[in-house]
């Protein structure tokens, strides 16, 4: 089976840098991707990593050791605006992405 | 465009009560999922469909029917509703990287 292990729960302040990290036990995996859901919305789709290494999109990062089973998401400059939920999700090559149970990040001033 | 368009937005429902949740999409996206999401539980897959005419089940199928007639049209039915289905139902379609969903807004359902 799959299995994907994040924080419950991550607290900053605004303008800091947070980390997120997602392990995850998996066979045939392909790749780690990343969604953001703020309260009473929709996941929204934030970055995808297929290799080893770090990808940056704006403020927003993830990385990827494929060796460790292991990724994180960095947010940097945090806004309150980023307060939200954080999910990571593998894919396997099937088009049956696995989801974990997402960290909800709390932004204070 | 619309993107993915789920109906309705919130539905309360008494104990053994049927229902369709309607989910479109205009993208022209092959493969199409429902989630049910619990506060704690993450995202988790009751059917999908890779096609027009397909379906299969994910990791929570009981209780849940789906049906795909139209390539942009995904239906999922609840035949006896139950309070355990209290949940928030999310519709997403793919565009061809599986790892890149697009979701809808989602249908708020209380079972009483």
């Known amino acids: 089976g799959q299995s994907l292990e994040q924080p419950s729960e991550v607290t900053a302040v605004e303008g800091a840098i947070v980390q997120i990290n997602c392990t995850y036990q998996?066979?045939?995996?392909?790749?780690l991707s990343w969604y953001q859901q703020h309260d009473g919305g929709a996941p929204t789709f934030l970055s995808y990593?297929?290799?080893?290494g770090l990808e940056e999109t704006g403020r927003f990062s993830s990385f990827l050791s494929r060796s460790d089973s292991y990724g994180y998401l960095l947010l940097q400059e945090l806004q309150m605006k980023d307060s939200a939920s954080y999910f990571c999700?593998?894919?396997?090559?099937?088009?049956?992405?696995?989801f974990g149970r997402g960290t909800s990040l709390i932004v204070h001033p | 465009n619309a993107g993915v368009t789920q109906t309705p937005k919130f539905r309360v429902l008494k104990t053994g009560q049927s229902m369709t949740l309607l989910c479109a999409q205009d993208?022209?996206?092959?493969?199409m999922y429902w989630y049910r999401q619990d506060p704690g539980m993450g995202l988790r897959l009751i059917h999908y469909?890779?096609?027009?005419?397909?379906?299969a089940k994910g990791e929570v199928p009981d209780g849940y029917n789906v049906s795909r007639l139209k390539k942009q049209n995904f239906l999922l039915g609840l035949e006896s509703a139950a309070p355990s289905q209290t949940s928030v139902y999310f519709c997403?379609?793919?565009?061809?990287?599986?790892?890149?969903?697009?979701f809808g807004p989602g249908t708020r359902l209380t079972v009483t």
């Open positions: 997403a379609s793919v565009r061809g990287k599986e790892y890149e969903q697009y």
């Open positions: 993208m022209n996206h092959e493969y």
């Open positions: 998996t066979s045939g995996f392909y790749g």
């Open positions: 469909s890779v096609g027009e005419g397909t379906t």
């Open positions: 990593n297929a290799l080893d």
């Open positions: 999700a593998v894919s396997r090559g099937s088009y049956i992405p696995t």
